[in-house]
C-alpha cells in the first residue's frame, strides 16, 4: 500500500480534481491532520443527524402517502449518501492506492503517445472530458442544492417551513439553527455522493481511453521493411527483415504487458467501487420513483417544483456509472480486433504465437459489477428504469384508491 498524498502531491495526479475535492469535504486523507479528523466526523455526523431526522418525521406522518413519499425521497437520498461515506471511509488508505496506481498505468504509455499525435490526443481529449464531467456534474448537484434549501423562504416565508424535513415532534423549534444545519447536511452529503461517483466514472473513462490508445498501438504494429534495391544482397536483405520482425516482437510484448497491467489495475477497480456502486444501485431504483411520484400528484408547487428538477440525478448517477463501465467493456472488445487489424499475415511465427495471447484474452468480456452480482453497462440502466417505473405505477395505484 502505498503512502498518503500529500496536497502537493496531489497537483501532479490526473485526478487532482477529484482528490482535491473530496479532500476539502474531509473524505480522502492527504497527510494526517486534526483539522482532516475533524472534518470527517463533522461530515459523517451531518449525514447521520440528518437520516435519523427523516426517519422521525415518517414515523410522525406515517399513513399520510404524499407526505410520506416525499420524506421517504430524502430519507433514502441522505441515506445513500451516508452509506457511501461510511464506505469511503472504511479504509481510505486504498483510494491513495488507486491514484497512485492510475498514474503509474497512465505512464506506461505516455512515451507513444509523445511520438504519435494521434494516440496524445486521446489521452488529451479524456483528461479534458474527465475535468469537464466532474466539475460540471459538481455544480449541478450543487445547484440543486440551493433550490432545496431557499424555495421554503421565497414561497413560505411568514410558516417557518424547513428545506428537507419538519419537525412534527417539536412543531419546528430553534427553526433558525435546524434551518442551518439541514442546508448545510445536505449540500455537504450530496456533494461527496456526487464526488465520490465522479471519481470511479472519471477513473473508467481513462481506463477506457488506455484502451483505445493500446488498441491503435495494436494497429499501428507494420512490417515497414523497405524497398530493397537492386544492389543489396540476399543475406543483407534477410538481416534486414530479421532486424524488421524484432522490433515488431518487441513492440507486442510491450503492448501485451500494457494489457495485462489494464486487467490487474481494473481488477482493483472493481473491488472498491463494487459496494459503493450497488449502494447506489439499490437506492437509486427507489429514489427516483418517490421523485417522480412527487411530481406528478403532489399538490405543493414547491414539491413538483424540488422533485422534478431532481428527478435527474437519481437516474444520472446511475447512468454514470453504466455509460462509464460500458466504454470499458466495449474499449476492451475492440482490443482483439485491433490485434487482428495489425500486420500479423507477414510476420514472423513467435509474433503470432504471442498475438494469439492478447486476442484470446481480449475476447473475454471484460465487465465491471455492482457487489461483485450485477454487471454494469447499458442493459443496467434500462432495466433499473424500468423497475422504478414499476414502483411508481404501484404508487400511483395505491394513490388512487
Given at each position: ?206 481506463v477506457a481511453a488506455q484502451l483505445e490508445i493500446l488498441g491503435q498501438r495494436l494497429v499501428n504494429l507494420k512490417n515497414d521493411v523497405g524497398i530493397v534495391g537492386e544492389d543489396k544482397s540476399v543475406s543483407e ?165
Amino acid at each position: 500500500m502505498k503512502d498518503n498524498l500529500s496536497w502537493a502531491a496531489s497537483g501532479n495526479s490526473v485526478l487532482k480534481l477529484n482528490i482535491r475535492h473530496l479532500s476539502l469535504l474531509g473524505v480522502w486523507e492527504l497527510g494526517e491532520s486534526r483539522l482532516l479528523k475533524f472534518q470527517s466526523t463533522f461530515a459523517f455526523g451531518l449525514g447521520l443527524w440528518g437520516t435519523v431526522e427523516c426517519v422521525l418525521a415518517v414515523y410522525c406522518i406515517w399513513g399520510d402517502l404524499e407526505q410520506t413519499t416525499l420524506v421517504l425521497l430524502i430519507t433514502f437520498t441522505c441515506g445513500s449518501g451516508v452509506a457511501k461515506m461510511a464506505v469511503f471511509l472504511y479504509d481510505r488508505r486504498q483510494y491513495n492506492s488507486l491514484a497512485h496506481q492510475l498514474d503509474k498505468l497512465l505512464s506506461l504509455q505516455s512515451d507513444s503517445c509523445s511520438e504519435d499525435p494521434n494516440l496524445a490526443a486521446i489521452s488529451e481529449w479524456s483528461r479534458r472530458k474527465a475535468a469537464r464531467l466532474t466539475l460540471g456534474l459538481l455544480l449541478f448537484m450543487l445547484s440543486q442544492s440551493f433550490l432545496w434549501n431557499f424555495v421554503p423562504l421565497l414561497v413560505y416565508p411568514e410558516e417557518r417551513r424547513l428545506p428537507y424535513v419538519q419537525h412534527q415532534w417539536n412543531n419546528n423549534s430553534l427553526y433558525e439553527l435546524s434551518y442551518a444545519v439541514q442546508g448545510l447536511s445536505a449540500i455537504w452529503v450530496s456533494q461527496i455522493s456526487f464526488g465520490v461517483d465522479c471519481l470511479f466514472a472519471v477513473v473508467m473513462i481513462l481506463v477506457a481511453a488506455q484502451l483505445e490508445i493500446l488498441g491503435q498501438r495494436l494497429v499501428n504494429l507494420k512490417n515497414d521493411v523497405g524497398i530493397v534495391g537492386e544492389d543489396k544482397s540476399v543475406s543483407e536483405k534477410k538481416e534486414r527483415d530479421s532486424k524488421t520482425g524484432e522490433t515488431m516482437y518487441d513492440d507486442l510484448c510491450l503492448c501485451i504487458e500494457t494489457h495485462q497491467e489494464i486487467l490487474r489495475f481494473v481488477a482493483y477497480l472493481q473491488d472498491i467501487m463494487s459496494p459503493i456502486a450497488m449502494t447506489q444501485f439499490a437506492l437509486s431504483v427507489v429514489i427516483a420513483c418517490m421523485a417522480l411520484f412527487q411530481a406528478t400528484f403532489s399538490e405543493e408547487f414547491s414539491a413538483v417544483l424540488k422533485c422534478a428538477s431532481f428527478l435527474p440525478i437519481p437516474g444520472g448517477q446511475v447512468y454514470l456509472y453504466c455509460w462509464a463501465a460500458n466504454n470499458v467493456t466495449a474499449q476492451a472488445e475492440a482490443v482483439s480486433v485491433a490485434a487482428y487489424n495489425s500486420s500479423w499475415v507477414d510476420a514472423s511465427e513467435r509474433f503470432k504465437r504471442a498475438l494469439r495471447i492478447i486476442v484470446s484474452r481480449s475476447q473475454k468480456p471484460l465487465v465491471l459489477t455492482a457487489g461483485h452480482l450485477y454487471p454494469i453497462n447499458r442493459e443496467a440502466f434500462l432495466t433499473l428504469v424500468n423497475a422504478s417505473y414499476s414502483y411508481y405505477a404501484l404508487l400511483s395505484q395505491m394513490n388512487s384508491r
